[in-house]
Each structure stands twice: as C-alpha cells, then as structure tokens.
C-alpha cells in the first residue's frame, strides 16, 4: 500500500525557516516525481514545487523561487521542502504527493500545517 | 501563467439529478485532471487525462474536452459525492489549479 507521512509543520515566526518531510513507502520511491502542494486555510489547492524521479530537475511557483527548495533522499525515501524567509502568506496546509506519467497526483499525504505569524 | 476558471463555485444537486461543472483555461491545455476533496481530508484523484476514472471511482463520473474547455458530469447525484472538484492542469508551469467546485447535497 502506497504510504506518505509528512511532518515538521508547526507554528513559526515570519522570516524563519522550516523543513517539511514526507516519508514514503509501499513503492520504489526512485522511479516517481514527487510534488509539494498547499492549501491555505478554507482556499484551494495551489502547487508549490516539483522534483524529478533521480532530483536532476526541480520547478518551483513564482512566489516561492528562491525561499523554498524541493530535494529528496530516495536512498531514504524521502521528499523534502525547506522553506526559508517564510511569510504570513505562506500558511498552509502542505501536501505532498506521487506524480505519475500519466494518471496525475495519484497519492496524496494526510498534509501538515504551516503557521507563520507573529 | 494558465488560468483556470471553474463554474459554478458552488451547486446543490438533489439525489438523482445531474451534475456539470466546467472548467476553462486561458490557454491550450493537452490535458485536464480532476480532484476530489471532502472537508478535512486530502485530496483525491478522481479523473485523469481528461476522461479516465482513478481507481476506485463510479462510473457515473465522466470527464471530457480538449484544448481550452472542458467538463466534469456525474450522471446521477449521490450523496458521497457531496465535495469539493478542483481541476489542474500540468501542461505548462507554473502548474495551476481552479478555484473549486462546492458540490452540496440539496
């Protein structure tokens, strides 16, 4: 059974940084991009970042270019995001997900909230 | 940046009846997917490649379209489909999704 666990949501101060985790299992990690998306509080879904089967290439939304980075430990089987210089706007609900060739985000994590506030 | 705009935002839908919502992009897209999501929970594949159902979904959701329109039906309204329906594209980045769809039980 294909499994995504994140953590290392919490509550934070604007301009702090944070790192979200999502374990995976129940398939081979290695051969699956993986995505990071985000839902604000009680608004939709919105894409974050994209990584690569082997992380050779990486694409992040404009609005996190440059705070944000996506890596990843397949020898772990594990899906990262750093986010760095965080803003009130950032908070969410960070989801990730297994994006396959063809059927989309077809596994999603239960999520773990991000709170930056003062 | 492709723009999504689903219609309606929100709809209420008796047991039986039909349902469709749209979903155009502000340009070409080669494909549409389509989310599920239930208050509280994650979100679910529901539709791929425009038309195919995910794993595990009823037969009387369907999905169609191509280039700029497309749409999303479920023939016969039951109460688990009482949800919210995003559709996303990922032909071009910055990947974007619409705005949702507030299906509600009438």
């Known amino acids: 059974e294909v499994q995504l666990v994140e953590s290392g949501g919490g509550f934070i101060q604007p301009g702090r940084s944070l790192k979200l985790s999502c374990e995976a299992s129940?398939?081979?990690?290695?051969?699956?991009?993986m995505v990071w998306v985000r839902q604000a509080p009680r608004k939709g879904l919105e894409w974050v970042a994209t990584?690569?089967?082997?992380?050779?290439?990486?694409f992040y939304r404009d609005s996190v270019k440059g705070r944000f980075t996506i890596s990843r430990d397949n020898a772990r089987t594990t899906l990262y995001l750093q986010l760095d210089s965080l803003r009130s706007e950032d908070t969410a609900t960070y989801y990730c997900?297994?994006?396959?060739?063809?059927?989309?985000?077809?596994?999603w994590g239960q999520g773990t909230l991000v709170t930056v506030s003062s | 940046e492709i723009v999504l705009t689903q219609s309606p935002t929100t709809m209420a839908a008796s047991p039986g009846e039909k349902v469709t919502i749209t979903c155009r992009a502000s340009?070409?897209?080669?494909?549409i997917y389509w989310y599920q999501q239930k208050s509280g929970a994650s979100p679910k594949p529901w539709i791929y490649?425009?038309?195919k159902l995910a794993s595990g979904v009823p037969d009387r959701f369907s999905g169609s379209g191509s280039g700029t329109s497309y749409s999303f039906t479920i023939s016969s309204m039951e109460t688990e489909d009482a949800a919210t329906y995003y559709c996303?594209?990922?032909?071009?980045?910055?990947?974007?999704f619409g705005g949702g769809t507030k299906l509600e039980l009438k």
């Open positions: 340009s070409s897209v080669s494909y």
């Open positions: 990584i690569f089967y082997d992380g050779s290439r990486t």
């Open positions: 129940g398939f081979t990690f290695s051969d699956y991009a």
């Open positions: 997900a297994r994006l396959g060739n063809y059927d989309g985000y077809s596994h």
């Open positions: 490649e425009t038309s």
């Open positions: 996303h594209q990922w032909s071009r980045t910055p990947w974007t």
